[in-house]
């Protein structure tokens, strides 16, 4: 059955009428979002310390782990976006769901470097070919001119995620750190399978049209729509996002936040232990965290819609840059600096996460979404690739982190130029240097 056509099969049947179907597909996004971030962005963080002093590795031996699982998702990112667009997101995020958990049991039984690297690598590629990017990609296909709600309510879901180190914390504690990689493995297969049969790729497969409404899509396209959002008939093909500048100066841009970002994923709990903070208070310092990020994004994203993504997503740099240095100096006797970082960082953090993806949207349409942001994966991520081991270098070089963060700081505010010369994002794609022809 081609995409176009209504499905047979209409879960709305199964849900309240009056609400719109693609907001049980963000609530499955955000559920989902909160256990990925939880488990293997964050969570893994909290098995630096025990792994490390159960198996005597250097923290830049382990980095390198980390450094492979973001290599590997790297490269996999055309891959992935392709088959989501081709196959559909719910297949894909299912398979991811089951691959990336395969993973992390094999990471709770590994005793050497070898399997290690070996469990690092399924678990990228687990996330690669489905969990958030899938729900990314059904996002933007169902919302246009509440995209920014939207991904702020996933958003919203990724930052809880930081509050999932802290039960993660509590599992090391009592049951040691094997055990703990086999519950949290099996809690996340039981919960992101089922979540995964709620995506449905198009509205126009259940017969809506995105947000809900009923007139006719010219009418709603041409009376309704911000005119600055591009639309399905308005998306770039994948060669025309290619020749354009604003395609490359956003994979720098992505490319700085994820080098960043990457380091404070993997390095955050060892360097808040390292700062004098426990185990245990260093995963509650990141749990609440994760709550005051869930509050930001919400509030980011219905600001996003208001004042602009381009603008928002602009700031969130320079935001991030001026948190990696109260990050840097961050202490359990100075809580001044704790807030400041919250602040700073936090409202960064949330403003890049809400405007991001959607950003790539607004540039160049629904259509070749996840296709042209995967295509951006291999390059942004090699550079990411460098952040965890640039840390555990540092680390074991000067027995801190506080000097490579405070150079990451200038690092992440570079961005911020990037998507100056990008040009804002128009229907027109003037500013993105592009000689759009009809179709």
């Not at 559920?31 to 490390?52: C, D, E, K, Y």
């Not at 297969?189 to 497969?205: C, F, G, N």
């Not at 309704?224 to 956003?250: E, H």
């Not at 010369?421 to 022809?437: E, H, M, V």
Request: aromatic fraction near 12%.
């Amino acid at each position: 059955m081609q995409q176009s056509q209504v499905s047979n099969e209409n879960p709305q049947r199964r849900f309240p009428r009056k609400i719109f179907y693609g907001w049980y597909i963000i609530a499955a996004g955000c559920i989902s979002g909160f256990f990925n971030q939880g488990i293997f962005t964050i969570g893994l963080s909290a098995f630096i310390p025990p792994v490390q002093k159960e198996l005597g590795w250097s923290l830049t031996a382990i980095s390198l782990g980390f450094s492979i699982k973001q290599f590997e998702q790297g490269l996999l990112g055309p891959i992935s976006g392709y088959l989501i667009d081709r196959l559909g997101p719910r297949l894909m995020c299912t398979i991811g769901s089951i691959i990336a958990s395969i993973g992390l049991i094999l990471f709770g039984r590994m005793d050497s470097f070898s399997t290690f690297y070996i469990a690092a690598i399924i678990i990228a590629l687990g996330q690669s070919v489905g969990t958030i990017r899938a729900y990314m990609a059904t996002l933007v296909h169902w919302f246009l001119q509440k995209r920014g709600l939207a991904a702020a309510i996933i958003g919203s879901g990724l930052g809880m995620g930081y509050a999932g180190v802290y039960p993660i914390a509590l599992l090391l504690e009592w049951y040691g750190w094997r055990n703990a990689a086999y519950i949290t493995a099996l809690v996340f297969l039981a919960i992101s399978v089922p979540l995964a049969q709620i995506i449905r790729h198009r509205p126009e497969q259940m017969g809506l049209q995105p947000d809900g409404i009923t007139q006719s899509p010219e009418k709603s396209l041409g009376e309704t729509i911000n005119p600055d959002l591009q639309t399905p008939d308005k998306s770039f093909t994948v060669t025309q996002a290619l020749r354009s500048r604003a395609f490359w100066m956003a994979l720098i841009a992505r490319a700085f936040y994820g080098l960043t970002t990457n380091v404070h994923h993997v390095h955050q709990i060892p360097h808040m232990v390292n700062r004098g903070f426990s185990s245990t208070g260093a995963g509650l310092l990141v749990a609440i965290y994760g709550v005051t990020q869930m509050i930001l994004r919400l509030l980011c994203g219905s600001l996003a819609d208001k004042i602009g993504r381009f603008r928002m997503y602009r700031i969130s740099f320079l935001s991030l840059g001026i948190g990696w240095v109260f990050f840097a100096y961050i202490s359990p006797t100075a809580w001044w600096n704790v807030m400041f970082f919250f602040v700073t960082y936090g409202i960064g953090h949330a403003a890049h996460t809400v405007a991001g993806q959607p950003i790539l949207a607004d540039y160049f349409g629904p259509h070749r979404f996840a296709t042209i942001s995967g295509l951006m994966s291999p390059i942004s991520l090699m550079i990411s690739v460098i952040g965890p081991l640039y840390g555990g270098i540092m680390f074991d070089h000067f027995g801190s982190f506080q000097l490579a963060f405070v150079i990451l700081g200038p690092i992440i505010s570079l961005a911020t130029l990037a998507m100056f010369f990008a040009g804002a994002p128009t229907l027109s794609g003037k500013q993105n240097d592009i000689n759009r022809t009809t179709k």
